[in-house]
């Protein structure tokens, strides 16, 4: 969610899609804001190790908004779950940096909360079909359900992902 977002606003892209990102990166900001313990935090502290090493700022979602040039006019919408309010809580802290501009900024950001989920939310999304009918949304196109089946990956391409497919469909092509 947080490349997302930065990539989004440097491409200037007309809308971002983003799931739970983290807003706030830098460890001793997750303290102040009092962002409750994430399992991601170890991996924050080591990434501000390396990117104090390689001379690189880690840079909060917020400070991103207050230096997007005012002609950015990006569409974020941010989809979190309740169970971890750390995670609404950031997108909040996005919502609110990006309405403090006011007038000086198009970026725009709405926060939609999915209650009962946690910050694996895109997994219960997939598994509801509620991602399928959000993306599709997105991307503003319909698909025929030739232009589906189409689509469709072979038991070969298909097994890629699955040592147990894989086998299968070897298996089975002989």
């Known amino acids: 969610g947080y490349a997302a977002v930065r990539a ?3 491409l200037n892209a007309d809308a971002a899609l983003v799931f739970a990102p983290q807003v706030l990166i830098e460890p001793a900001e997750r303290v102040r804001a009092e962002l409750p313990i994430m399992p991601f935090d170890d991996a924050l502290c ?6 104090f090493v390689e001379g690189v700022n880690m840079t909060s979602l917020v400070k991103v908004v207050f230096a ?11 989809h979190v779950g309740t169970i971890d309010f750390g995670d609404a809580i950031e997108a909040v802290k996005l919502r609110e940096a ?4 006011g ?3 198009s970026l725009s950001v709405t926060v939609h909360e999915h209650a009962g989920c946690d910050h694996n939310l895109v997994t219960h999304m997939r598994d509801s079909g509620e991602l399928h009918s959000l993306l599709v949304k997105q ?3 319909e698909f025929s359900p ?3 089946q189409e689509a469709r990956c072979s038991p070969m391409q298909e097994a890629r992902f699955s040592p147990r497919r894989f086998l299968a469909a070897k ?4």
């Open 46 to 51: 080591l990434l501000k190790r390396v990117t």
């Open 146 to 148: 030739k232009v589906m």
């Open 139 to 141: 991307l503003r196109v």
């Open 98 to 101: 990006v309405a403090e501009l």
């Open 8 to 10: 989004a606003i440097a």
């Open 171 to 174: 298996l089975s092509a002989r």
């Open 68 to 78: 997007a040039p005012s002609s950015v006019r990006t569409s974020i919408e941010v």
């Open 103 to 105: 007038d000086r900024t």
